[in-house]
């Protein structure tokens, strides 16, 4: 149990010796290496933060319990568009052949019919439409501390960062749920009706469109808790830098699918351990590994270029790492 304890928790009873010059080095390049260091010692954080999103996204369940049909009406009805004139003819004449007819036509099937109920619960799961972006701030600037090694509260600043951000959070949030809607929309449609050549070059652009605003996510909301801009240079940023840096932007979709197809294999193996595991580590340890990879290029194309043509905004103390402005 010590051991489970000093897992999750990132402490070390045995070595509470502090952090060497040689970890700080390691910590300013955020290499492949250094990585898994890191994940090992946030882990207790992480699954905090993971609860903490979770809990802000509450709406997802009012929606799943409205979309899931456990509360709709289920009837009896016939499968076949002429059963209702062959039971109108029956009501006045019966014969063999209306009767054979009936055998043929007459089959019946459960339909569900969506009741009231149903229809309130997913009008309040649209509430996530809401809430998605202001947990997405707390959830990032959490990350976003993480990934630097710095020290983290996660309740505090997770809300702190939201209280700041507030306005644009919800403006970025209501875009962000429009763009995942309306790719997730073309991708069944254009999955649905595959088979077409152009239908197929639209449905494999869409899921490259996919894979692009999976990575800009990461960099959209980092980008918001760093910098003060325009809610329209942020997503243009945010899609020039997912191009700028391929190589890592490759390593954090990569890792990301590894994570989610673990998860999903979990699901089928373990269906009660997969069902809880993305509301209590999976999200976060996803999103740490996209904020671990896509923070060396902010700061390369961003905030250096800017301390280079602002050199008396450097902080003092040479041997910390500057921070451009943080808006959490």
């Not at 070595?15 to 090992?40: P, Q, R």
């Not at 933060?49 to 009896?76: A, D, K, Y």
């Not at 996209?290 to 700061?299: D, V």
Request: glycine residues 8%; hydrophobic residues 45%.
């Amino acid at each position: 149990m010590g051991k489970i304890y000093e897992f999750f928790s990132g402490t070390n009873k045995q070595n509470n010796t502090g952090v060497s010059k040689e970890e700080i080095e390691l910590s300013k390049k955020m290499g492949f290496g250094y990585f898994f260091k890191l994940l090992k010692r946030s882990m207790g954080k992480l699954t905090t933060l993971n609860l903490v999103f979770s809990l802000c996204n509450f709406p997802i369940v009012f929606f799943l319990i409205g979309r899931l049909g456990g509360l709709n009406e289920t009837v009896n009805t016939p499968t076949n568009p002429l059963f209702a004139q062959l039971y109108g003819i029956m009501q006045y004449k019966q014969s063999p052949s209306t009767s054979a007819l009936y055998g043929i036509l007459g089959n019946s099937t459960d339909l569900q019919i969506v009741s009231d109920a149903s229809r309130v619960f997913m009008c309040l799961g649209l509430l996530l439409v809401i809430t998605v972006g202001l947990s997405s701030i707390g959830f990032f600037y959490v990350l976003r501390g993480l990934a630097r090694s710095e020290y983290v509260s996660v309740w505090r600043d997770f809300f702190d960062a939201i209280k700041k951000n507030f306005k644009q959070g919800i403006i970025i949030g209501v875009i962000d749920s429009l763009i995942i809607y309306v790719l997730l929309y073309d991708f069944a449609s254009y999955y649905m009706n595959s088979g077409d050549f152009l239908i197929n070059v639209f449905y494999f652009a869409i899921i490259l469109f996919i894979l692009i605003y999976f990575v800009m996510r990461f960099y959209i909301y980092t980008i918001l808790v760093t910098f003060d801009l325009p809610i329209k240079k942020i997503f243009k940023n945010a899609l020039i830098l997912s191009i700028l840096g391929f190589k890592r932007n490759a390593v954090a979709l990569i890792g990301s699918a590894a994570l989610i197809l673990i998860s999903i294999y979990l699901s089928i193996l373990l269906p009660h351990l997969g069902i809880v595991l993305p509301f209590v580590i999976t999200i976060s340890v996803i999103g740490f590994l996209g904020a671990y990879c896509i923070y060396p290029t902010i700061k390369k194309y961003m905030i250096d270029p800017y301390y280079k043509e602002h050199p008396e905004e450097l902080p003092e103390e040479s041997d910390e790492e500057p921070i451009f402005k943080d808006r959490g």
